[in-house]
């Protein structure tokens, strides 16, 4: 546990540059009585690692100093290469980046460690993209990309129900996210932050001008949150239902969110094994045709409403598909 620690410190110090006790005690978890101990033994161990005093001070590591990838044990290797996205790694415009990266993390390890990393990378392949769904064209990807990581501001134009504006916008790009195959730019416009498809902006261009990320903005967090609201946001009605023990295995189909709250609030099952539960719905219209997907899996209990324009729905299709007399062609009509 303590080498390990040592070790963390020590990458952190070379990734960040300095940090101060305080952060790297709340970063392990553990007392900045802890971490000074810590340091000395790094010291002690030959680390140029030095101590700023004062307001903004904190450790840091000697310039110029890097330490080789040494310490790395066969699961972390094996996971640094499983996580290699060729795919993403392509529309972000850093593929070659991620070649040679890789390369240089195969030559830092032993080479009893080498052989089983390219056998994990062999044989696993992430593949980021859904099914039935063919890659988004991202012309203007690797330029969002570079401006997020330089912090410099964007000027783009954006689609909106399949019209590109006008008027281009200038936004403040904090971070971009890869969800189920789909890339996402989160960014600041004006005082509040928001979230854009990649694939519909058009015309991405860095500017000179520098923004400042807001104080303690976390994406990861942020995105979580976001996505939560989305989904609460989406469904706006609910429908009482009850479902057969097919219904409950089909509810997969309608989607995680829908799987949840079902399982929230489903009863007790009855002796055929039948559950009453609540469906989240974005509309009736929407919902009704997605309750048809569970076929007799499913019987709506309410809203009235709800209820009675599936069962109108369900009839006008049942009246399409009724047997109906073969009308015999006569040869004038069939041209014979």
Same mark, same amino acid.
């Given at each position: 546990?303590?080498?390990?620690?040592?070790?963390?410190?020590?990458?952190?110090?070379?990734?960040?540059?300095?940090?101060?006790?305080?952060?790297?005690?709340?970063?392990?978890?553990?007392?900045?009585?802890?971490?000074?101990?810590?340091?000395?033994?790094?010291?002690?161990?030959?680390?140029? &690692?030095?101590?700023?005093?004062?307001?903004?001070?904190?450790?840091?590591?000697?310039?110029?100093?890097?330490?080789? +990838?040494?310490?790395?044990?066969?699961?972390?290797?094996?996971?640094?290469?499983?996580?290699?996205?060729?795919?993403?790694?392509?529309?972000?415009? &850093?593929?070659?980046?991620?070649?040679?990266?890789?390369?240089?993390? +195969?030559?830092?390890?032993?080479?009893?460690?080498?052989?089983?990393? %390219?056998?994990?990378?062999?044989?696993?392949?992430?593949?980021?993209?859904?099914?039935?769904?063919?890659?988004?064209?991202?012309?203007?990807?690797?330029?969002?990309?570079?401006?997020?990581?330089?912090?410099?501001?964007?000027?783009?134009?954006?689609?909106?129900?399949? %019209?590109?504006?006008?008027?281009?916008?200038?936004?403040?790009?904090?971070?971009?996210?890869?969800?189920?195959?789909?890339?996402?730019?989160?960014?600041?416009?004006?005082?509040?932050?928001?979230?854009?498809?990649?694939?519909?902006?058009?015309?991405?261009?860095?500017?000179?001008?520098?923004?400042?990320?807001?104080?303690?903005?976390?994406?990861?967090?942020?995105?979580?949150?976001?996505?939560?609201?989305?989904?609460?946001? &989406?469904?706006?009605?609910?429908?009482?239902?009850?479902?057969?023990?097919?219904?409950?295995?089909?509810?997969?189909?309608?989607?995680?969110?829908?799987?949840?709250?079902?399982?929230?609030?489903?009863?007790?099952?009855?002796?055929?094994?039948?559950?009453?539960?609540?469906?989240?719905?974005?509309?009736?219209?929407?919902?009704?045709?997605?309750?048809?997907?569970?076929?007799?899996?499913?019987?709506?209990?309410?809203?009235?409403?709800?209820?009675?324009?599936?069962?109108?729905?369900?009839?006008?299709?049942?009246?399409?598909?009724?047997?109906?007399?073969?009308?015999?062609?006569?040869?004038?009509?069939?041209?014979?």
């Amino acid at each position: 546990m303590l080498a390990s620690r040592l070790l963390s410190i020590l990458m952190l110090l070379q990734t960040r540059g300095r940090m101060s006790a305080r952060a790297l005690a709340a970063e392990f978890e553990v007392a900045v009585r802890t971490i000074h101990r810590d340091i000395d033994q790094l010291s002690a161990a030959g680390i140029p &690692v030095y101590a700023e005093r004062g307001r903004g001070g904190g450790f840091r590591l000697r310039d110029g100093y890097r330490t080789m +990838l040494t310490g790395l044990n066969q699961s972390e290797a094996e996971t640094l290469f499983l996580a290699g996205l060729p795919g993403p790694a392509a529309q972000l415009g &850093v593929a070659d980046a991620l070649s040679t990266a890789r390369l240089k993390l +195969l030559a830092a390890l032993p080479p009893d460690m080498q052989l089983r990393a %390219e056998r994990i990378a062999a044989r696993f392949h992430l593949d980021a993209e859904s099914w039935f769904h063919d890659a988004d064209l991202l012309p203007s990807l690797p330029a969002i990309a570079r401006a997020v990581w330089s912090e410099r501001m964007l000027r783009l134009r954006y689609r909106r129900s399949g %019209e590109t504006e006008a008027r281009p916008r200038r936004l403040a790009p904090l971070g971009l996210v890869l969800k189920g195959g789909i890339w996402y730019l989160v960014a600041r416009s004006g005082k509040s932050v928001r979230t854009y498809r990649a694939a519909n902006i058009h015309d991405a261009e860095i500017c000179e001008e520098t923004f400042e990320r807001p104080a303690g903005f976390d994406l990861v967090a942020h995105w979580e949150r976001a996505v939560r609201e989305y989904e609460a946001g &989406v469904y706006h009605e609910l429908a009482d239902v009850r479902l057969s023990p097919q219904g409950v295995y089909m509810l997969e189909l309608l989607g995680p969110y829908v799987v949840r709250r079902a399982a929230e609030t489903a009863g007790k099952p009855d002796r055929r094994g039948w559950v009453r539960c609540q469906l989240p719905l974005e509309s009736f219209g929407f919902g009704i045709r997605e309750l048809m997907r569970l076929g007799e899996e499913v019987v709506v209990l309410g809203p009235p409403a709800l209820r009675a324009q599936l069962a109108a729905t369900a009839a006008r299709i049942a009246g399409l598909h009724r047997d109906r007399p073969t009308v015999r062609r006569t040869r004038r009509q069939t041209g014979m």
